[in-house]
């Protein structure tokens, strides 16, 4: 079975500093690796994946994610934290026998302060 | 290109009755997924569809169903609904047949209150 920890509920940080919300994971074989955000009342939005290649990800909005195969962890990152990435993200894993089913973290509520 | 589609957007229903969501997903795309997230539970996986069969099965009672169209439309439909069946109905859409290399784009979600 496949598994996804979030190991933060929450994660507060300042306008203009860097934020980092950690994930790990647990797949048989290959995993595929995602972030999603979603704001309220909204459904989820694609922010990058993993699937092969270079260990860090580039993705939208400015963020960016580093997998890390010893660690079997991908944390998402960002140089510079804004008010407006207030949200909840979720990192998800799809691989091994589940086939497209995406198996998500429990989340993590970032709040950026002015 | 429009995004995925999800109708109604909110509901309310009475213990024991049923419901059906409806789901449209972004042209082209083959594979349709069901999401119910709540709370207690976080985002957990339904089933999903690849061209009108269903791909796989995520852990829940036979009171949730569903279907694709020919058109790649969904539909999924709970029977006999409890309390414990309030959430975020989630439906998403990806391309291609190696689908888990593909991102999934959702849609906004179906509001279920059972009451």
């Known amino acids: 079975a496949q598994s996804v920890a979030q190991p933060e509920d929450q994660v507060n940080v300042a306008e203009g500093n860097p934020l980092t919300v950690k994930c790990t994971y647990s797949v048989s074989g290959n995993p595929y690796l995602f972030w999603y955000v979603q704001y309220p009342n909204r459904g989820l939005q694609f922010l990058l994946k993993y699937i092969t290649g270079d260990n860090l990800v580039k993705g939208s909005y400015g963020f960016e994610a580093e997998f890390n195969k010893s660690q079997t962890s991908f944390h998402l990152k960002k140089p510079s934290a804004l008010v407006s990435d207030s949200a909840l993200y979720f990192c998800a894993v799809s691989g091994g026998l589940a086939g497209n089913m995406l198996t998500f973290g429990g989340g993590t509520r970032l709040m950026v302060k002015p | 290109k429009a995004g995925v589609t999800q109708t109604p957007r909110y509901l309310i229903k009475t213990r024991g009755q049923q419901v059906t969501l409806s789901c449209s997903p972004i042209s082209g795309h083959r594979s349709v997924s069901w999401y119910q997230q709540t709370p207690g539970q976080g985002l957990q996986f339904l089933f999903e569809y690849f061209s009108e069969t269903q791909r796989n099965k995520g852990n829940f009672p036979g009171r949730f169903s569903g279907r694709q169209f020919s058109n790649s439309r969904s539909e999924m439909n709970v029977s006999t609904l409890e309390l414990g069946d309030s959430a975020l109905y989630l439906c998403?859409?990806?391309?291609?047949?190696?689908?888990?290399?593909?991102?999934?784009?959702f849609g906004p979600g179906t509001r279920l209150t059972v009451t």
């Open positions: 998403a859409s990806s391309l291609g047949v190696r689908d888990r290399e593909y991102e999934q784009y």
